[in-house]
Structures are given as C-alpha cells and as structure tokens.
Nanobody
C-alpha cells in the first residue's frame, strides 16, 4: 500500500520561504510521477506542480518562478520549495502519487501579511 507523509508546513510572514517534504513508501519511487496540490479554506483542492521521473516539472501559472518541485530518489522524497510566499498561498498542501492516485494527509501552510 502506498503511503505519502508530508511535513514542513508552518506559519510564516509574507515574503518568507518554506520547504515541504513528502516521503513515499510502498511503491517503486524512482520511475513514478508525483504532484503537489493545495486546498484553501472553503475552496476545492487544486493542482500546484508535478515532477516526472526524468526530473521535468510542470507548474500552475501563479506559482511559476516562486515554487520549485524536486525529488531525491535515494530518499524516496519529493520536495516543494516555496519562496516569496503570499497570504493567498495559505492552504493545506497535499502530496499525490500521480499513478496510484493516493494522497498524503496534508501539511498546513499559513502566510500572514
């Protein structure tokens, strides 16, 4: 069974940075595709970024240039580096296995103005 465990969320001020981590177990990590999503209060969950086995990444337009998704195959871990955070980035952030469609439990990011 695939398990994804996120960490690294917290409370920061606008303009600061956070790095989220997602440790994956129960699947073959290196060939797999992973994504980050987020869900703000009262809103639907939305896609943020995807990283492929080659390291190629895709981003939703409004995080391009601020967020970077990466992976460490030796550690079975996917990262989301978030810079220049803004209050509207406040959300629960979720990691997802893009083939099995399993989700992690999420980690909360709160950005104060």
């Amino acid at each position: 069974q695939v398990q994804l465990v996120e960490s690294g969320g917290g409370l920061v001020q606008a303009g600061e940075s956070l790095r989220l981590s997602c440790v994956v177990s129960g699947s073959t990590f290196s060939p797999n595709i992973y994504g980050w999503y987020r869900q703000a209060p009262g809103k639907s969950r939305e896609w943020v970024a995807t990283i492929y086995s080659t390291g190629k990444a895709d981003y939703v337009n409004y995080v391009k240039g601020r967020f970077t998704i990466s992976r460490d195959n030796a550690k079975n871990t996917v990262y989301l580096q978030m810079d220049s955070l803004q209050p509207n980035d406040t959300a629960a952030y979720y990691c997802r296995d893009m083939r099995s469609f399993d989700w992690g439990q999420g980690t909360q990011v709160t950005v104060s103005s």
